[in-house]
């Protein structure tokens, strides 16, 4: 039950779009579909933003997206906007029923 | 509305035991798998346990095996988490989530637990 291997952090610009990737293995990312995506603010609770590697839950913007290649999620924002600064964690399905997330990235929108 | 309202933190002992309680409502409670997840002070999150829709079948991460048990009254809409041998590690907010097709879904504010002497 490794945690899921996030960058600490990325950045850019009003406007511009940035790529969170998600690595985990053949067990996790790898073997299942369920790879989901939070959006967490300082001092709140986690909110879904990606379920099912790619789908978007009612009323999060067009603006991210979700992939999956091999052992490796990525969730993208495009149009970055200022209100889009949180931590973000990806988290998969591990089999037996067991669940593991990521080590959290911090997204500043410069 | 999905509600989901944790309460029952506070600070415990190492080697104590505290039970959290999670009020849900919005929602028809019995028909859902349900999830705790917990997050150390200025840490990422990480999944505790899950527990399927009748409460039936249970399962926990490797770091709180044998130690926390979690369980629910779909009478009362409550989930529980009890935590025995509680260590200093396991101080963190512990939030409560449902589940919706092995996706952890709607999350609950959380409700801080703080191990120390």
């Known amino acids: 039950q490794s945690a899921l291997t996030q960058p600490r952090s990325v950045s850019g610009s009003p406007g511009q779009s940035v790529t969170i990737s998600c690595t985990g293995t053949s067990s996790d990312v790898g073997d299942y579909n369920y790879v989901s995506w939070y959006q967490q603010p300082p001092d709140k609770a986690p909110k879904l933003m990606i379920y099912?590697?790619?789908k978007r839950p009612s009323g999060v913007p067009d603006r991210f997206s979700g992939s999956k290649s091999g052992n490796t999620a990525s969730l993208t924002i495009s149009g970055l906007q200022a209100e889009d600064e949180a931590d973000y964690y990806c988290c998969s399905y591990a089999g037996s029923y067991t669940w593991v997330f990521g080590g959290g990235t911090k997204l500043t929108v410069l | 509305e999905v509600q989901l309202v944790e309460s029952g933190g506070g600070l415990v002992q190492p080697g104590g035991s505290l039970r959290l309680s999670c009020a849900a409502s919005g929602f028809t409670f019995s028909s859902y798998w349900m999830h705790w997840v917990r997050q150390a002070p200025g840490k990422g999150l990480e999944w505790v346990s899950r527990i399927t829709s009748d409460g039936s079948s249970t399962s926990y991460a490797d770091s709180v095996k044998g130690r926390f048990t979690m369980s629910r009254d779909n009478a009362k809409n409550t989930l529980y988490l009890q935590m025995n041998s509680v260590r200093a590690e396991d101080t963190a907010v512990y939030y409560c989530a449902r589940d919706d097709r092995y996706t952890v879904t709607w999350w609950g504010q959380g409700t801080l637990v703080t191990a120390s002497s």
């Open positions: 099912d590697v790619s």
